[in-house]
């Protein structure tokens, strides 16, 4: 798994080193650049596996580096965010971000963020089964486990669970969940992902409530834990 | 005007008669002219018929110049035919019917083309008094609404009322300006309010006034409406500019501190993470750098929180969000200093959406849910949510000491501590500011109930979103896609 090429674009030197440092020791190969230009120059010239870019950088704005790898490249993109609003993180995701990190983030948190889109970039067709922390998904059974006991869902709080549990740690838009489960014509309907959302969550939850498989990116989307 | 009568306007009748000098002499000239006229015309007519031909000076003149001259005229001409052509030539006779007969017909005919004359001048008087009027009401509009300054405009019009009246000065004022020795005022309204006031010499003649108020004070009071309206739109926009100006420098530079202050702590927190830690020595420096740098962390993010809520910027996020999604991000964002610390999530079923900026109330229940893990003494804190009414409540209850009566009004200030907070106490002073900001900001309320020695409660009241055309019925979509 390890060994990926991966940008790193920030003006911060500290950051730049930093994030060498962390990323290395997770065993990845680092390429960083301080401005925009010089990471689309080094993304066409080195073809990194996956690009992390900063919103504020000094030559022009991330979202732009953003969007022009986009038009030539699949890479996955995390943007690096100081600034904790949504229409900057809607933003950076319609620019072709796969997911966004708000600065002060913890490294493994940005790790964690990074493996999860590297796994889906590589990912081979499907996967039979998702065991996480308890919770069995059987896909192509139909059925789920929640330490040993049935969990029973309806067709469409399933085919939510699978989206999810498939895509597990990386962010899945209101959007793109509603175009998946129920079809690109539902997109824009919120309140109905938000009512299977609850239901699922409820079926979901231990007796203490404490583990919390769904975890939501307030008006944005949803991810599942993992 | 149509070209054809723009062609025969030199013949219309305008409203001042032509000179009465040339009245007389066209009478005498054209009575002159008949009267040469009809000896070579008794050659083909008999003369008591030739008397026709006094009629067209007859007519012309009563028309033109009144029913006065055109009566003089007329008997002029009734002399001339009885002298010059009708029996006994040479004098004046009134022995035969004829003789009566021409005469009396050349003065009907006088009068009553001078009654048709005098109609056909007052209508003409009175359209291009109306047309002037409209020129004036077209002009006043066009000076109020097309300039920018209302003041300017207003002087504007009025000098070109004053030309318009035939006045020496006219001013108009805004607002109810009283009548003085000199000056009369006419009040303009607009819905019963006195807008405005136009303001004339009081040497005006009473006819002049009747007009003023019957006609000039309706159609400068609509536009003057107006022209008010506009003014005050104009400066709503000009404000609204600069208010979003301000708003977008705040906003500017928030971010740009937002970038400063966590782009260094990210750093720091992802170095210190990465140092080896092979020796006691080295884990316990490592574990000092990222404690220390989490607590700055956090301060920093509730000083940004703060100035964020200080700076008051207007632009309000609105989005459909469910108190579940809020509630269960709060509890997982929550940083206390138990790791045993638990929170008991209860949730009506069937809860209300509600609409606003769900990542600050995130952040403003994170702070309240952190407020009270501090004060439980490990004890579990319990946050129940259920529709009342108009408004959601959630309640955050503590099991720790409470409040004093005499602190309730001020915990929620920012920086104040509980004096009896234990010291080491990592508290910035700055949680129950941020909550209760971000809680009004949406529209909501937060209010504290606490009994010291039984704990501690917070209710925040929520309003609930106003359902739009927009929004979907899940159970009505779910049945009508039955797919998955």
């Known amino acids: 798994m390890a060994g990926e090429r991966i940008l790193v674009c920030d003006d911060d030197p500290q950051i730049l080193r930093a994030l060498r440092l962390v990323l290395r020791s997770a065993g990845y190969e680092v390429l960083t650049s301080a401005t925009g230009e010089d990471a689309l120059d080094r993304a066409a010239l080195a073809g990194p596996h996956a690009a992390i870019i900063d919103l504020m950088l000094p030559d022009r704005p991330g979202i732009e580096v953003c969007r022009e790898l986009r038009s030539w490249s699949e890479m996955p993109i995390i943007i690096l965010s100081a600034v904790n609003e949504e229409e900057t993180k809607v933003a950076a995701l319609q620019s072709g971000a796969d997911d966004y990190v708000t600065k002060p983030f913890g490294p493994g948190e940005l790790v964690a963020r990074l493996q999860a889109i590297l796994r889906r970039a590589g990912r081979a067709e499907t996967e039979p089964r998702i065991e996480l922390d308890g919770l069995v998904i059987d896909l192509a059974a139909h059925s789920v486990m929640l330490d040993g006991e049935e969990v029973r869902l309806t067709p469409l709080e399933f085919a939510l669970l699978r989206v999810l549990a498939v895509n597990r740690g990386l962010l899945m838009t209101h959007s793109r969940l509603l175009a998946e489960v129920w079809g690109a014509e539902y997109a824009d309907a919120t309140p109905l992902l938000r009512t299977h959302i609850a239901n699922l969550r409820r079926k979901l939850a231990r007796a203490d409530g404490e583990r919390n498989f769904i975890r939501t990116d307030s008006g944005i989307g949803y991810r599942f834990a993992g | ?484």
Request: net charge negative; charged share 20%; glycine share 8%.
């Open chain 2, 1 to 484: 005007m149509s070209v054809q009568s723009r062609a025969l306007s030199p013949l219309l009748l305008r409203s001042p008669r032509p000179a009465l000098t040339l009245g007389v002499l066209a009478a005498a000239g054209g009575t002159l002219l008949a009267t040469l006229a009809i000896y070579p015309l008794e050659r083909l007519a008999p003369t008591d018929s030739l008397g026709v031909v006094y009629l067209p000076t007859v007519i012309i003149v009563a028309t033109y110049w009144g029913s006065g001259l055109g009566l003089v005229t007329a008997l002029a001409s009734g002399l001339a035919y009885n002298y010059f052509h009708l029996p006994v030539v040479g004098h004046l006779s009134f022995g035969d019917g004829v003789d009566w007969v021409s005469l009396v017909a050349f003065l009907v005919v006088a009068a009553t083309a001078g009654v048709v004359g005098s109609l056909a001048r007052a209508r003409a008087a009175e359209a291009e008094s109306r047309r002037r009027e409209a020129d004036l009401a077209t002009e006043m509009a066009r000076l109020l609404l097309g300039g920018s300054r209302l003041d300017a405009a207003l002087a504007a019009a009025a000098q070109r009322l004053a030309v318009a009246l035939n006045v020496a000065s006219a001013a108009i004022e805004l607002g109810d300006v009283g009548a003085d020795e000199r000056r009369l005022a006419f009040p303009l309204c607009d819905r019963d309010q006195i807008i405005g006031t136009l303001l004339l010499p009081v040497t005006l003649s009473t006819l002049d006034r009747e007009r003023i108020t019957g006609r000039i004070v309706p159609a400068l009071q609509s536009v003057l409406a107006a022209a008010l309206h506009r003014a005050e739109l104009q400066a709503e926009v000009v404000e609204t500019a600069l208010l979003r100006r301000s708003d977008e420098m705040k906003t500017a530079v928030l971010r740009s501190v937002s970038h400063d202050l966590r782009t260094p702590i990210t750093a720091i927190i992802s170095a210190a993470t990465a140092l080896a830690d092979d020796t006691p020595e080295a884990a316990e420096a490592r574990a000092v750098v990222l404690e220390a740098a989490r607590r700055l962390s956090r301060l920093i993010e509730k000083l940004l929180d703060l100035s964020l809520l200080q700076a008051g910027t207007r632009e309000r996020r609105s989005v459909p969000y469910t108190i579940e999604d809020v509630l269960h991000e709060a509890v997982a964002h929550v940083r206390t200093d138990s790791p045993e610390q638990s929170f008991r999530v209860s949730l009506d079923e069937d809860l209300p959406p509600l609409a606003g900026d769900p990542a600050q109330l995130e952040r403003a229940f994170a702070n309240l849910l952190e407020n009270a893990a501090r004060y439980s003494g490990g004890k579990p804190v319990s946050i129940r949510a259920h529709g009342a009414g108009e408004r959601l409540r959630v309640r955050i209850v503590d099991q720790g000491p409470g409040i004093r009566a005499g602190e309730i009004d001020r915990i929620f200030l920012p920086f104040y501590r509980s004096a009896n907070d234990a010291p080491g106490h990592h508290g910035s002073g700055l949680g129950l500011a941020i909550a209760r900001g971000f809680v009004e900001l949406g529209g909501g309320r937060i209010s504290v109930e606490s009994l010291p020695g039984q704990g501690t409660s917070f209710v925040v009241d929520l309003p609930l979103a106003v359902p739009t055309e927009r929004s979907v019925e899940p159970a009505q979509l779910e049945l009508a896609l039955p797919r998955g």
